[in-house]
């Protein structure tokens, strides 16, 4: 990155496998495809618009301006072959210069293979090469851990926390900054966040992968039992299941203190610590040993008789985007169905299997005993690719 401030280098601006370029009239039924899709609309600040507005948007795209001041450019990432528009990225510089704001959307189809990461990185220092802007920031709601990941893995940190109202009512948008001074000038597809995993974004894998561990369910359960009923707290995403699913904080966000907040997946956290739960378990602690990667949130999740965990998707749970959810039986039964696509997952106790949870799965419990699983969320660095990639 230069520190000589020069015009913007006029697009296209060519990267691996990609090339970042103007809005065209023609990339309409592409643009419209991936911008009419609910999950890639989900958490964005534009809405679904119709074909007409959705032509004269391209079309305005394709004469403004690259970073002018006060004014928002529309990029197009588009595949090196075919030329096809496969997502965009929007930048603005303030009207004083000094910072910028992005923004960016990506096809489904081309999610978790590092393209979008690529792509926001080449812009990012697009600007700090061809403008006065001292910070780039990104917003982003909190539900969105994927667009967190990927702020995270090119340089960007958690810098502020604002709020806002949807449909759903109140919720919270996290802000995510890069100065000028710490901006490193690494290429997409190699880039990482100091505390991310070098491999995230750069692997594929099958949905579920046993891992070649095993551990001894007695000690499990004897550390199970050593729990106590009022420990278990209520899952907080109601419309997902019927009956009792209850989880047990092990590990979770470093400034959590009580174990409702432990149990929440706060995407904005990069610091983890074990409960006192953990510490007072002789055999937990020992298993989580045997993973050598970083680990966040750790659970134990019950699923009682009777009870039904409905058909959904968990959009941050993939190994290709960074994070592996993986599955620890401790207690099981006959009668337990866990559907990950459309196909079961047959999981003994003791097994440790890597789930991607990012697709559609439900689980149901029409056995007489509680289904208990440990549960590890762990950050993918080289030694768990290299465990899932062998698998």
């Known amino acids: 990155m230069s520190d000589r401030i020069i015009s913007p280098r006029p697009l296209p601006w060519a990267l691996p496998e990609i090339s970042l370029r103007r809005l065209r009239m023609s990339d309409l039924a592409e643009f419209q495809a991936y911008r009419t899709d609910p999950?890639?609309?989900?958490?964005?600040?534009?809405?679904?618009?119709?074909?007409?507005?959705?032509?004269?948007?391209?079309?305005?795209?394709?004469?403004?301006?690259?970073?002018?001041?006060?004014?928002?450019?529309?990029?197009?990432?588009?595949?090196?072959?075919?030329?096809?528009?496969?997502?965009?990225?929007?930048?603005?510089?303030?009207?004083?210069?000094q910072n910028a704001e992005i923004g960016f959307s990506l096809s489904r189809a081309y999610q978790r293979r590092g393209l979008g990461a690529r792509a926001v990185h080449e812009v990012v220092r697009q600007i700090f090469d061809s403008t006065m802007v001292q910070a780039v920031h990104g917003k982003t709601d909190r539900r969105n851990l994927p667009s967190i990941r990927l702020l995270k893995r090119?340089?960007?940190?958690?810098?502020?926390?604002?709020?806002?109202?949807?449909?759903?009512?109140?919720?919270?948008?996290?802000?995510?900054?890069?100065?000028?001074?710490?901006?490193?000038?690494?290429?997409?597809s190699d880039c990482t966040a100091r505390k991310n995993p070098p491999t995230a974004g750069l692997i594929t894998v099958k949905d579920r992968i046993r891992l070649p561990l095993t551990f001894d369910p007695k000690r499990m359960q004897r550390d199970l039992a050593m729990m106590c009923r009022n420990d278990w707290i209520p899952h907080f995403v109601k419309q997902n299941y019927e009956g009792d699913w209850s989880v047990i904080p092990l590990r979770g966000p470093a400034n959590a203190a009580h174990p409702v907040m432990q149990i929440y997946p706060?995407?904005?956290?990069?610091?983890?610590?074990?409960?006192?739960?953990?510490?007072?378990?002789?055999?937990?602690?020992?298993?989580?040993?045997?993973?050598?990667?970083?680990?966040?949130?750790?659970?134990?999740?019950?699923?009682?008789?009777?009870?039904?965990?409905?058909?959904?998707?968990?959009?941050?749970?993939?190994?290709?985007?960074?994070?592996?959810?993986?599955?620890?039986?401790?207690?099981?039964?006959?009668?337990?169905?866990?559907?990950?696509?459309?196909?079961?997952?047959?999981?003994?106790?003791?097994?440790?299997?890597?789930?991607?949870?990012?697709?559609?799965?439900?689980?149901?419990?029409?056995?007489?005993?509680?289904?208990?699983?440990?549960?590890?969320?762990?950050?993918?660095?080289?030694?768990l690719g290299a465990a899932l990639t062998d698998n």
Not at 336 to 362: I, Q, T
């Open 154 to 188: 090119i340089g960007m940190s958690h810098s502020a926390t604002t709020g806002f109202q949807d449909q759903d009512g109140a919720q919270t948008e996290l802000v995510f900054s890069v100065t000028r001074g710490n901006f490193s000038e690494i290429l997409a």
């Open 39 to 97: 999950d890639v609309a989900r958490y964005q600040g534009w809405k679904i618009e119709n074909d007409a507005t959705a032509a004269a948007f391209l079309a305005a795209m394709h004469e403004a301006p690259l970073f002018a001041p006060g004014r928002w450019i529309q990029v197009g990432i588009a595949l090196h072959e075919t030329d096809k528009l496969i997502g965009d990225i929007g930048a603005c510089i303030s009207e004083d210069s």
């Open 266 to 383: 706060d995407p904005g956290c990069t610091e983890f610590t074990d409960t006192p739960l953990l510490e007072q378990t002789e055999y937990f602690p020992e298993v989580l040993a045997s993973f050598l990667c970083p680990l966040h949130a750790v659970r134990l999740m019950r699923l009682a008789p009777g009870s039904k965990i409905r058909l959904h998707s968990d959009f941050d749970l993939a190994a290709e985007d960074g994070m592996a959810r993986l599955h620890i039986p401790v207690r099981t039964n006959p009668g337990v169905e866990f559907m990950l696509n459309g196909k079961p997952v047959a999981m003994a106790e003791g097994e440790c299997w890597y789930l991607r949870l990012s697709d559609p799965h439900e689980v149901e419990n029409r056995g007489a005993t509680d289904r208990v699983h440990l549960v590890v969320d762990a950050a993918v660095n080289d030694w």
